[in-house]
Structure formats: C-alpha cells, structure tokens
C-alpha cells in the first residue's frame, strides 16, 4: 500500500478495510467524516444526470451491490475500531443501500445522534416519479467519552435574525438545504461533497489539530476542507488515478486558510455560567418563574427574563426547572400561595390555541 505525506497528514492508496488494520491505531481518530461507493453502478451515473464526463477524473471504483453488505459491515467495524471513545462519525449515504449502513451500524456499539437529510439542488431528471434531491446523512457516536459538539461555532445561541428567529436553531435543525458546487470546465472527481456541507460537519464535530479520518477519500474534498480548518487529516483511496492527482493538488492547499474567513459567532457569556446554583439561587427561580408566568408572561420569555436576571444561559435554566427538587419546590410554594394556574404555553400562539 503506497503511503504519501502532505505537511504531516498521512494519506494512503488501498483498500481502506485493510489499510485501516494496518495503518490506524484504536482510538486514535476524533472524527470520521466519509462519503462511501453508491454501489449502484456509480461508474454510470452520468448517464442519469445527463452531464458531460470530459472533465471528470477517470478510475473511479464501485462496489457490487451483491457484496454491499459484508462491504459495509468491514469498514464500519474499523471505523468503530479506529474513533476514540467520544469520537463522531458522519456517512453520507443515498437510499439505495441505506438499509445495508444502517444495518452495519446497528451491529457496533456506536450510537445514533442525529440523521440528517441533505437537500441538494442538482437532482436525478425524472418524467414517471418525483426527482431524487436529498442524500442522508448519518451522524453517530462511540461510546466512553465526551463527544465534540461545538454548540457556537457557526453561531451564537443569543443571535437573532430579523423576525427574532435564531441562526444558530436554524442551523442546527436536521434538513440541510446546501447546494452542491457546480465546476463547469475543472477537473473533479465522480461525486464531490461542497465545501460548505464538509466545512459544517467539520466546525460543529471537531477543534483544531483533532485527527480527522475519511474511508474513501475519493475527490480528497475532506482533507481539504480539514486542512483548511487546521485539522489533521488521513485516510485512504483505492484508485491509483485518483489518488495521484489529488495528492499533487492537495500539495498547494496552506494549513488553515479557510479559517480567516468564517463568520465570527456572537456570542454572550452569562456572567454565572458554570457556577454552582446556591440554595438561594434555587428559590429564586422557583418564586420568580411562577410570579412571572402567573403575570401572563409565556414560558419562553419567563426563561428569558430569569437568564438576564441569574446571569445563566437558557438550557442552564430549563435544565434547573426541569429538577425534581425545584419541581417539588415549586408545587409547595404554589399550594402555599394558593395559587391556581393553567398549564404554562410555549410561546403566545400555544396560549391562543
């Protein structure tokens, strides 16, 4: 197996199954990111999309679908081998062959945290059923350890858009509506994933200098996007066409130019974030969350208030009125007061309803 050395990333040309057992330390990976063989005759798939293939990098391999299976289970098994404990993975996958991923997944100890759709523009032209335009994305865990999700990274939790929507729930909710990235007149490879799809897993699910893995390096679009990051990045292809001209364009990519040009979040330390809750602490959010929902305030601004007022971030307070004991707390007080109250709405439209 060829081995090729690019500012101290390791890249190698093979069978990643094989080369993964022989190359990749247990528990050495923080994050696999890896966007694996269609194993539907991929190597005609221009067929479908009607595109012209004079630009497209030759020497791309697919697996048979009768083998599909057991070829999923291999690499899977090393993927799990390979992540540290707390260590994330995220499969790109269309349908097809989901059910052999997932299958594959469910026979290791990693566990589901997400599954994402990606809505792309760019689909399968169709004229006898609806167009095909998402792939899924599979995002899960191993067990053992603290997982990276870095919760501000893209965008502040306090960040509002016009309309007082939150950037940072948008961002996070689970359909992705990222375009994939069209290059008329270059060289690529069969199927690249867009910049913006990898550089979003990548902020989210790693920190600088995390050791960044994908399977089938294919377009060599992850390392990329990981050197960009300031990440480390390894992993494998079997094409020897592929990998070689890859490599040769990986060489000019500089550790961390992409850094310079992510959006900066906004973001608001609560002055008390991190400090224990004192006794006093506790009941004042039991006393001053029923004075405010009893005033007609709804829950959402009720935590609101009680964040500005404690110096605490929401989930902090959600996570405090969610205790038994402040629960406990809170029904004593209220039958003290001989308080009667409705059930408390979300939001004002709840109310209404």
Same mark, same amino acid.
């Given at each position: 197996?060829?081995?090729?050395?690019?500012?101290?990333?390791?890249? =190698?040309?093979?069978?990643?199954?094989?080369?993964?057992?022989? !190359?990749?330390?247990?528990?050495?990976?923080?994050? *696999?990111?890896?966007?694996?063989?269609?194993?539907?005759?991929?190597?005609?798939?221009?067929? !479908?999309?009607?595109?012209?293939?004079?630009?497209?990098?030759?020497?791309?391999?697919?697996?048979?679908?009768?083998?599909?299976?057991?070829?999923?289970?291999?690499?899977?098994?090393?993927?799990?081998? *390979?992540?540290?404990?707390?260590?994330?993975?995220?499969?790109?996958?269309? =349908?097809?062959?989901?059910?052999?991923?997932?299958?594959?997944?469910?026979? +290791?100890?990693?566990?589901?945290?997400? !599954?994402?759709?990606?809505? =792309?523009?760019?689909?399968?032209? +169709?004229?006898?059923?609806?167009?095909?335009?998402?792939?899924? *994305?599979?995002?899960?865990?191993?067990?053992?350890?603290?997982?990276?999700?870095?919760?501000?990274?893209?965008?502040?939790?306090?960040?509002?858009?016009?309309?007082?929507?939150?950037?940072?729930?948008?961002?996070?909710?689970?359909?992705?509506? *990222?375009?994939?990235?069209?290059?008329?007149?270059?060289?690529?490879?069969?199927?690249?994933?867009?910049?913006?799809?990898?550089?979003?897993?990548?902020?989210?699910?790693?920190?600088?200098?995390?050791?960044?893995?994908?399977?089938?390096?294919?377009?060599?679009?992850?390392?990329?996007?990981?050197?960009?990051?300031?990440?480390?990045?390894?992993?494998?292809?079997?094409?020897?066409?592929?990998?070689?001209?890859?490599?040769?364009?990986?060489?000019?990519?500089?550790?961390?130019?992409?850094?310079?040009?992510?959006?900066?979040?906004?973001?608001?330390?609560?002055?008390?974030?991190?400090?224990?809750?004192?006794?006093?602490?506790?009941?004042?959010?039991?006393?001053?969350?029923?004075?405010?929902?009893?005033?007609?305030?709804?829950?959402?601004?009720?935590?609101?208030?009680?964040?500005?007022?404690?110096?605490?971030?929401?989930?902090?307070?959600?996570?405090?009125?969610?205790?038994?004991?402040?629960?406990?707390?809170?029904?004593?007080?209220?039958?003290?007061?001989?308080?009667? +109250?409705?059930?408390?709405?979300?939001?004002?439209?709840?109310?209404?309803?």
């Amino acid at each position: 197996m060829r081995r090729e050395e690019v500012d101290s990333n390791i890249f =190698y040309n093979g069978d990643c199954i094989a080369g993964a057992r022989a !190359h990749i330390p247990d528990g050495s990976v923080d994050l *696999i990111v890896t966007d694996p063989p269609y194993g539907i005759n991929g190597d005609r798939l221009h067929q !479908h999309y009607n595109r012209d293939e004079a630009f497209v990098v030759g020497g791309y391999v697919e697996v048979a679908a009768s083998s599909y299976g057991e070829f999923s289970r291999d690499w899977i098994r090393e993927s799990e081998r *390979i992540l540290r404990p707390g260590g994330s993975i995220y499969i790109v996958s269309g =349908y097809t062959n989901l059910y052999h991923i997932l299958h594959a997944l469910r026979e +290791t100890s990693l566990r589901e945290v997400n !599954h994402i759709i990606w809505k =792309y523009n760019f689909g399968v032209y +169709t004229t006898r059923k609806y167009v095909s335009s998402h792939y899924h *994305i599979l995002f899960y865990e191993k067990p053992g350890g603290r997982r990276t999700f870095n919760l501000e990274s893209r965008y502040g939790v306090g960040e509002r858009e016009p309309g007082g929507r939150s950037p940072n729930y948008r961002d996070r909710e689970d359909v992705w509506c *990222i375009n994939r990235e069209y290059k008329p007149g270059r060289v690529k490879n069969k199927n690249e994933l867009p910049a913006e799809l990898l550089m979003k897993m990548i902020q989210y699910s790693s920190n600088e200098g995390d050791l960044i893995c994908d399977m089938f390096l294919g377009g060599f679009s992850t390392a990329k996007a990981a050197i960009g990051l300031n990440r480390r990045v390894t992993g494998f292809e079997v094409s020897g066409e592929v990998f070689d001209l890859k490599i040769a364009e990986l060489r000019g990519t500089t550790p961390g130019h992409l850094l310079p040009a992510l959006r900066t979040p906004q973001i608001e330390e609560p002055a008390n974030r991190g400090r224990p809750w004192t006794d006093a602490d506790r009941k004042y959010l039991v006393s001053r969350f029923a004075a405010l929902i009893d005033s007609g305030e709804t829950k959402k601004r009720a935590i609101e208030i009680l964040g500005e007022e404690l110096g605490r971030g929401r989930w902090a307070i959600e996570k405090m009125l969610k205790n038994p004991g402040v629960q406990a707390g809170s029904r004593i007080r209220r039958r003290e007061a001989a308080v009667v +109250t409705k059930p408390v709405p979300d939001t004002v439209e709840d109310e209404q309803r």
